[in-house]
């Protein structure tokens, strides 16, 4: 989860000579920082280095990354007509071809060693950026928009859930492994919304993709979405720390679960940590089709060490 980046000294030294988008358009780059993350980490997959915000391009939408804020949209999308100016489709192997060369690279470079995933951002997080112009807290603007006129809501979306599609096929046809669809910031909604305004498109896109490779269905932030997530599709349920594994697994049934330790337990006293690995590991009761990971990304204050030490921790710990 958000494997490389800052908290490893290799990357913040790349990042003193180029920009974080600078680095997501050179393929090379990216396949060095991937794989560094592997190899730092000791991890059983690599995931391609990229950004859910690089669809927004394609789709017409200007975006930066900030130094202190994070993303931001140039003009975001505040009205019904402005729904106009998102491209209708995309070609992600022209316009994405980048991202595409960087799949291709970082698997090279991998030689078969651990598997590649790609990723996209889901269309509820990407519309939340789109709309809000960056991250926020009440995601007001989102639902105002989306409870003013559900018709361009629900045409924000499918334009949105056509170009995550087409980037997804083009990960995977250039090599990825599994995918990943990330969203992130969709916990913002209580599940009768995410029902009407959100999982039939997220639907769409793993009816797309069918069963060509395991896909990974992340959200974060309210455990009672799980469920209809896990209605919308994908063979692996990504878990937060918000929800006890156990009976959250339990109650989805018959499908793979990944998670979900506290991030910041990484900023714990190492015993502390080992000892919420423990629990994760327990909660899962060895039951076949848990992936150990955490319930999100890791942040820029880890210590490396401290990252490496679970990882060997949590092989030792399973091994047994
Ligand atoms: C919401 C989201 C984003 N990006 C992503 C998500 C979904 C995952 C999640 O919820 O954590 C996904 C993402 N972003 C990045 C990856 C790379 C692959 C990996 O995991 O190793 C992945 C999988 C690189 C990145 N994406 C970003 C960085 C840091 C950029 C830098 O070098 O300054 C990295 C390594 C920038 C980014 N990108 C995004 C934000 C909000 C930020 C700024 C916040 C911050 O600076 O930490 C949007």
Same mark, same amino acid.
């Given at each position: 989860m958000r494997q490389a980046g800052r908290y490893q000294p290799s990357y913040r030294a790349i990042r003193e000579k180029v920009s974080f988008l600078e680095l997501c358009h050179d393929p090379d780059l990216c396949a060095q920082v991937a794989l560094r993350a592997v190899d730092d980490l000791g991890v059983d997959a690599a995931i391609v280095f990229a950004d859910i915000l690089l669809v927004l391009e394609p789709l017409g939408i200007g975006f930066e990354f900030t130094k202190d804020d994070g993303p931001r949209i140039e003009?975001?999308? =505040?009205?019904?007509?402005?729904? /106009? =100016?998102?491209?209708?489709?995309? /070609?992600a192997n022209a316009s994405l071809g980048y991202v595409m060369e960087s799949v291709r690279r970082t698997k090279k470079a991998l030689a078969g060693r651990v598997p590649l995933i790609g990723f996209s951002g889901a269309p509820f997080t990407l519309a939340s950026y789109v709309i809000e112009g960056g991250g926020s807290r009440e995601y007001s603007q989102t639902k105002r928009f989306m409870y003013a006129d559900e018709g361009a809501w629900h045409e924000l979306m499918k334009r949105l859930s056509g170009a995550i599609t087409s980037y997804l096929v083009a990960q995977i046809d250039a090599g990825a492994e599994a995918i990943q669809l990330f969203d992130s910031w969709v916990g913002a909604l209580g599940p009768d919304d995410y029902a009407r305004y959100v999982q039939p498109h997220v639907a769409s896109i793993f009816a797309a993709l069918g069963d060509r490779v395991p896909a990974i269905h992340f959200g974060t932030g309210n455990p009672a979405l799980y469920p209809l997530m896990k209605q919308a599709g994908g063979h692996v349920i990504g878990l937060d720390q918000r929800c006890e594994l156990g009976s959250t697994w339990r109650a989805l049934g018959d499908v793979a679960v990944q998670g979900n330790m506290d991030p910041i337990a990484l900023l714990a006293p190492r015993e502390v940590m080992i000892e919420k690995a423990n629990a994760v590991l327990r909660a899962a009761g060895g039951r076949p089709g848990h992936v150990f990971n955490l319930g999100h990304g890791v942040v820029p204050q880890v210590d490396l060490a401290q990252a490496r030490a679970l990882v060997d921790h949590v092989h030792e710990a399973s091994s047994r």
């Open positions: 003009r975001p999308v =505040r009205l019904a007509s402005d729904v /106009d =100016r998102v491209s209708p489709s995309i /070609d």
